[in-house]
T-cell receptor, first 115, second 113 residues
């Protein structure tokens, strides 16, 4: 079946604009993760959902970042009042279990550039 | 808290030569360890993972890694490099109870003809 998809693939925003990034996980996957990957760095954890419940948001860098998964499937990561330091690739991953023992399948990412 | 250190942000090997990518981890509990590969403009793909049991783990595309607790290492190897192996490789750790992965900063592998 289809893998994890993300949209848009590229987003350019002016500083101060709000952006919304979408993630479509693999059908039936219970767990969904968001990671932020700065240029030349490894991905860093942002937040985790199990079904519609956001169980861990410890990695969200500020209250400008907000994520939701209202029906336990599609998820949206919203960044309000974007800043230049928000420029990064935002990766979404899903797995069919609530533990990291199960493989996390990653989407291609959304590359955000804030000017 | 956990952390991962990947030694060498860039590694170059000749086609047909041994590939060795180094990963050391820090964890206060028994770790679960992963290697992912990332091709340009693509998401991360799992190469292999260690959870429990046999310390030598075989993955896709001929890669393998050995968990060495005494050295806190999980180095990735492949006996003979192929041009298609050129990509960025990430080592990651989890404690199993946490859902998140902690990644290293990555190693860019270049394969020379």
């Amino acid at each position: 079946g289809a893998g994890v998809s993300q949209s848009p693939r590229y987003k350019v925003a002016k500083r101060g604009q709000d952006v919304a990034l979408r993630c479509d996980p693999i059908s039936g996957h219970v767990s969904l993760f968001w990671y932020q990957q700065a240029l030349g760095q490894g991905p860093e954890f942002l937040t985790y959902f199990q079904n519609e419940a956001q169980l861990d948001k410890s990695g969200l860098p500020s209250d400008r970042f907000f994520a939701e998964r209202p029906e336990g499937s599609v998820s949206t990561l919203k960044i309000q009042r974007t800043q230049q330091e928000d420029s990064a690739v935002y990766l979404c991953a899903s797995s069919d279990s609530g533990t990291s023992l199960k493989t996390q399948y990653f989407g291609p990412g959304t590359r955000l550039l804030v000017l | 808290a956990q952390s991962v250190t990947q030694l060498g942000s860039h590694v170059s090997v000749s086609e047909g030569a041994l590939v060795l990518l180094r990963c050391n981890y820090s964890s206060s509990v028994p770790p679960y360890l992963f290697w992912y590969v990332q091709y340009p403009n693509q998401g991360l793909q799992l190469l292999l993972k260690y959870t429990t049991g046999a310390t030598l783990v075989k993955g896709i595309n001929g890669f393998e890694a050995e968990f060495k607790k005494s050295e806190t290492s999980f180095h990735l190897t492949k006996p003979s490099a192929h041009m298609s192996d050129a990509a960025e490789y990430f080592c990651a750790v989890s404690d199993g109870s946490a859902r998140q992965l902690t990644f290293g900063s990555g190693t860019q592998l270049t394969v020379l003809p």
